[in-house]
């Protein structure tokens, strides 16, 4: 075996040493290799954005999520407010739908595009290449959950604003400091959620993208997606302990809905420290799980293996 | 350039690397001594399986090694591996990665926020590595339309955008046309010698990339190192004798007229290079000569006159490394060979400059 | 060397070129059918059959459930059988289209074979029904799954003897005719669009729940989204099979204060004209599909689609 054109008489390679190959002065390598913790810390900050920013680019690049992921996702949850219309339910209860159709937002976009999202990259060859550079693959995770936040903000906000509007929603918010942080911290427990799945279905392959699907219609059921979790009895309360969508939504529904007396389920404060425990809970075993699976995807050399 | 760059950069240390498999497992690396020195244009040479990507997945910290031990600058690849890929970085042929959606310019960006760059160093030093590897054109072309040869320049600007004291190339111009795979070669031997230090770690089964740019290379198969030394001194190794091409307008009696003259090892019909039936010029008789040393030529030229023969061209055979190879292993890089046999010939590695080793079976 | 090697019947046959028409097609359906099964719908994986047969149709149908019980309370049994027969067959139209879709997308971004199917010689859009059909296979194991499920566990009143046996063939050929139809028109659109698009054929089912009368009835919608319902083929589907398999039940098309009653002056429609309206529904649906399918597969050839990755 030969080089393309082998055999054949070659000019000398010429070796042009251009301005842009001398690079950054270093004083040598092991200089280059110590890092500062400010150097640390800002290469990890850099590497949120670096991963956010394909996602953030990619919606002015193909528009067509505006109509897939804000107009449609709109009427399949006015699809849920005719159901209780046609059951002449309570108005509080089309706002139950309305806000769960708003968070379905995030919890579709940690499933499809966190969870599933590093066995994309394996896929796609890029895995090997964040685990090659000098950052905290965490930082890559942090990256996609903030590119993916734009878009499921977005989405989010659409759906409740104009559902609000169409549907007449009326909210009673008692606390709107607590409203707000239970807001924050069922994302910052979400996208930890999806941090924690997206190390774990690392070590998958094609299964990773089965487990997805069986995180969107089951989750919604037990997460009372629809109605207040509190009528699931047992299963709601498991579901409120386990799943921060279920958690989330809860709590976000009792402040603002305060006076339809959501029952069932514990006040709004302890589902607050509920979420407390599952962001830090997530975030960490999201890093160690990264930390095992990255040592044993070293060890085994499953890193690099692509599924087929 | 401090005096800590005078560590090998890279030393490898009976390194062995197995596979779980089924039905049985996979060596492949089977025990790999190896040391470059700063600075250097190092070659690993093999066919396809050899283990050349697996030992660069080790040293690149994307794998372990299932024992021994390996460095790069004195860090060690199982343990400190932020420090190595602060310093190094790697790039493949037929690298497919990145994201499609973005432009050239956005996905080089995106890598150099990785790789420990300022969000403006970062654009600038993106502009300047495209310009320097030619997608200036290209720069804002969405990377899922750029071409095989503009993907592999654009992979190689990444690689290049942290300036690794250590570049690992796995197999770079795979896939690439002659032109193509002749600018990447010609970016490797620009960037190395801008600074000096920089160290190169190729990876090919392209005989002549590795002639052409390696200053010394390892015959690798079967996860074995089976030489190391510098291109020419690889050669020699296989020059034992001398091997000339001799074409003449008619030779009575046949090769094994030469045969039986003084200091003449062998002679053998060859093909003409004239054989051709539609050619108009005379048919000539081509033999392959094996001779104990040159002088034993001049024994030939006379006999010729004997023998009613003429010369119509005589060339001494130079050996290629695909003959190093061959006289290594006993096969070819195209030929599957059996992967129960050993190697034919299989030799300790050692440092380039030093005796030649005792011929060993293995 | 060629002369030597190549006998003399194995010489190139012009006549390849023209193909063995209905042969190559079925072989191609066929093949991607097997290939579909495989990868995606194989019942013999327990958990493959548990996700997609089981627990995805069985929750969709669960939460309809639990909306009903926490508002009617016991008065909501009488509803039950509308909800869950909707409910069911909604799965199965979501797995048809949402089938051709991530075929495009799973094998452009994936498995990368989405070029080498596409310069076959073997009819892109077979090739894409075949592996289609694997997933509507699975939505209507669980469909069946959900039904099952509603009468043993939740009470649904069913007598297998009632069933119209001529309706259900009728509407469900028809019907899966145009779920196929839609999800050729997911797959032209999923052409254009990047890796992220996973969720476009889940979105545009949800969208269309809410005209087709699955889980409510279309009166309650207001006048142009009812009118929007009748045009659609999926609503005289789903009709169709409530019709079938529950004949007297309550109709999601007619009724009180129905647009289908102030049209044709009927309560309900009858079964011809389900079927009838099916049809021409249908194949108009079928149609556009087609167009709309040569369109975009246009679309992408033109922009050097078939074989890019995107994501992001």
């Known amino acids: 075996m030969t080089a393309p054109g082998a055999g054949q008489p070659r000019p000398a390679l010429a070796a042009p040493v251009l301005p842009a190959f001398v690079g950054r002065p270093t004083a040598g390598p092991r200089e280059a290799a110590s890092w500062t913790p400010r150097q640390v810390i800002a290469n990890n900050l850099r590497s949120v954005v670096g991963r956010a920013y394909p996602r953030i680019r990619g919606l002015t690049r193909e528009p067509s999520w505006v109509l897939f992921e804000m107009l449609l996702p709109f009427l399949t949850t006015s699809s849920f407010v005719f159901v209780y219309r046609a059951l002449d339910a309570p108005q509080a209860y089309i706002g139950f739908v309305v806000l769960g159709g708003a968070m379905t937002a995030f919890w579709l976009n940690v499933v499809w595009m966190m969870a599933a999202q590093l066995y994309w990259e394996k896929d796609q060859g890029n895995l090997e290449l964040y685990f090659a550079a000098p950052m905290n693959v965490m930082s890559v995770l942090f990256g996609m959950a903030v590119g993916g936040l734009v878009m499921s903000s977005t989405r989010a906000a659409v759906v409740l604003l104009v559902a609000t509007v169409v549907y007449g929603v009326t909210f009673s918010v008692s606390q709107w400091g607590l409203l707000i942080a239970v807001f924050i911290l069922t994302l910052a427990a979400l996208y930890g959620f999806g941090m924690m799945l997206a190390s774990l279905f690392l070590m998958w392959g094609r299964e990773a993208w089965h487990m997805t699907q069986l995180m969107i219609e089951p989750v919604y059921f037990v997460s009372g997606l629809n109605f207040p979790v509190g009528r699931l009895g047992l299963l709601g309360a498991v579901a409120i302990a386990l799943i921060p969508l279920a958690v989330g939504l809860d709590a976000m529904r009792q402040l603002a809905f305060a006076s339809t007396g959501v029952t069932g389920t514990p006040e709004p404060w302890i589902e607050t420290l509920i979420l407390v425990a599952m962001t830090v809970i997530f975030v960490g075993l999201a890093r160690i799980l990264l930390h095992s699976m990255e040592e044993r995807a070293r060890r085994e050399g499953r890193l690099t293996v692509r599924w087929r | ?362 | 060397m060629i002369e030597a090697t190549i006998g003399r019947d194995e010489r190139f046959d012009p006549a390849r070129t023209r193909g063995q028409g209905r042969a190559d097609l079925f072989r191609s359906f066929r093949t991607a059918v097997a290939l579909g099964w495989k990868m995606e719908a194989n019942w013999t994986d327990p958990v493959l059959f548990f996700i997609y047969s089981v627990a995805k149709p069985l929750a969709s149908a669960l939460i309809l459930v639990f909306m009903l019980q926490v508002i009617a309370g016991p008065a909501g049994q009488a509803l039950r059988p509308f909800v869950i027969v909707g409910s069911a067959l909604w799965s199965l139209v979501v797995s048809g289209i949402a089938g051709l879709a991530w075929a495009v997308l799973d094998d452009r971004e994936r498995y990368r074979m989405l070029k080498y199917i596409y310069v076959s010689p073997s009819s892109f859009v077979v090739v894409l029904l075949g592996r289609g059909i694997a997933r509507l296979a699975v939505g209507a194991m669980g469909a069946g799954i959900t039904l099952a499920a509603g009468v043993l566990v939740l009470g649904v009143p069913f007598d297998p003897g009632a069933i119209d046996w001529p309706l259900l063939l009728a509407v469900l050929v028809l019907g899966l005719a145009t779920i196929s139809a839609l999800g050729v028109v997911m797959a032209a659109i999923c052409l254009q669009t990047r890796q992220d698009s996973w969720t476009y054929p889940e979105a545009v089912a949800g969208a269309l729940f809410l005209v087709v009368g699955a889980v409510f009835p279309l009166s309650v919608l207001p006048d142009p989204l009812q009118l929007l319902g009748l045009l659609s083929p999926l609503t005289w589907w789903i009709a169709g099979i409530r019709q079938a398999l529950f004949p007297g039940g309550p109709s999601s098309i007619g009724g009180t204060g129905s647009a289908w009653l102030r049209l044709s002056g009927e309560v309900n429609p009858n079964d011809l004209q389900i079927v009838l309206v099916l049809l021409a529904t249908g194949a108009v649906v079928t149609l556009a599909s087609a167009i709309l399918f040569r369109v975009g597969e246009g679309r992408a050839r033109d922009r050097g689609l078939i074989d890019r990755t995107t994501g992001s």
Not at chain 2, 150 to 166: T, Y
Not at chain 2, 326 to 351: I, K, T
């Open chain 2, 1 to 362: 350039m401090s005096g800590s760059i005078q560590a090998p950069a890279i030393d490898v240390r009976g390194i062995t690397r197995v596979y779980k498999a089924r039905p049985k497992d996979v060596i492949a690396l089977a025990g790999i001594d190896l040391e470059v020195a700063p600075g250097e244009f190092f070659g690993l040479l093999g066919p396809n399986g050899a283990g050349k990507t697996t030992l660069i997945k080790i040293l690149t910290t994307l794998l372990l090694p299932s024992a021994g031990t390996a460095r790069i600058f004195g860090f060690d690849v199982a343990r400190e591996t932020k420090q190595i890929r602060r310093i190094m970085n790697m790039v493949a042929g037929g690298e497919q990665s990145g994201y499609g959606i973005l432009e050239a310019r956005e996905q080089l960006w995106m890598f150099s926020q990785f790789y420990g760059l300022g969000v403006r160093e970062g654009w600038r030093r993106v502009d300047e590595l495209i310009d320097a590897v030619g997608l200036g054109e290209q720069r804002n072309q969405r990377v899922s339309t750029l071409s095989t040869g503009q993907r592999q320049k654009m992979n190689f600007a990444r690689g290049l955008l942290n300036d690794p004291w250590v570049f690992f190339l796995d197999e770079p111009t795979l896939g690439l046309d002659v032109s193509a795979a002749r600018a990447v070669r010609e970016l490797m031997v620009g960037w190395r010698a801008a600074v000096p230090g920089r160290t190169v770690l190729l990876t090919t089964h392209y005989m002549a990339e590795a002639d052409e740019l390696c200053e010394r290379i390892a015959i690798v198969d079967r996860g074995r190192i089976l030489a190391i030394g510098s291109p020419a001194e690889l050669k020699r190794r296989v020059q034992r004798e001398s091997i000339f091409r001799l074409e003449l307008d008619r030779l009575t009696g046949g090769p094994a007229s030469l045969a039986r003259l003084p200091g003449v090892l062998s002679a053998v019909a060859a093909t003409p290079v004239r054989a051709d039936a539609n050619s108009a010029a005379r048919p000539t008789v081509a033999i392959n000569l094996v001779l104990h040393q040159d002088s034993a030529l001049a024994g030939v030229v006379a006999a010729l006159d004997g023998l009613d023969a003429h010369i119509v061209a005589l060339a001494k055979s130079e050996p290629s490394l695909e003959d190093v190879f061959v006289e290594l292993v006993g096969r070819g890089f195209d030929d599957e060979g059996d992967p129960e046999q050993p190697p034919r010939r299989a030799v300790e590695p050692h440092e380039a400059g030093q005796p030649e080793p005792e011929e060993a079976n293995r």
